[in-house]
Nanobody, 125 residues
Framework: QVQLVESGGGSVQAGGSLRLSCATS????????MGWFRQAPGKEREGVSY????????DYADSVKGRFTISRDNAKNTLYLQMNSLKPEDTAMYYC??????????????????WGQGTQVTVSS
């Protein structure tokens, strides 16, 4: 079955950077729009960033615009999230998700068919 495996999380101080990766398998990756979501304790899951299947369109939550960059390498079947200028409020479990066969992303989590297990990001002040 389709697998998504996140990596790259960790603990950093405010202002630091992390790069998350999401390796996929058994997914028609170049036909799948992808997204990053996060969930902090006691809070609802929220969308962070999205990217079309070709990688030519991206979108970001207002809270991360200018600090985070989503990208993908379709040759490696891998999704990335570069996170710079991290803030304590970015602390959360981060999940990558795939829409399956959809070239255009959605901001609705329920339209994503496949999810990874998550990677923890902790930002201290």
């Amino acid at each position: 079955q389709v697998q998504l495996v996140e990596s790259g999380g960790g603990s950093v101080q405010a202002g630091g950077s992390l790069r998350l990766s999401c390796a996929t398998s058994r997914l028609t990756f170049d036909a799948a729009a992808m997204g990053w979501f996060r969930q902090a304790p006691g809070k609802e899951r929220e969308g962070v960033s999205y990217i079309s299947a070709s990688g030519n369109r991206q979108d970001y939550a207002d809270s991360v615009k200018g600090r985070f960059t989503i990208s993908r390498d379709n040759a490696k079947n891998t999704l990335y999230l570069q996170m710079n200028s991290l803030k304590p409020e970015d602390t959360a479990m981060y999940y990558c998700a795939a829409m399956g066969r959809s070239y255009i992303y959605s901001t609705r989590p329920d339209e994503y068919s496949y999810w990874g297990q998550g990677t923890q990001v902790t930002v201290s002040s």
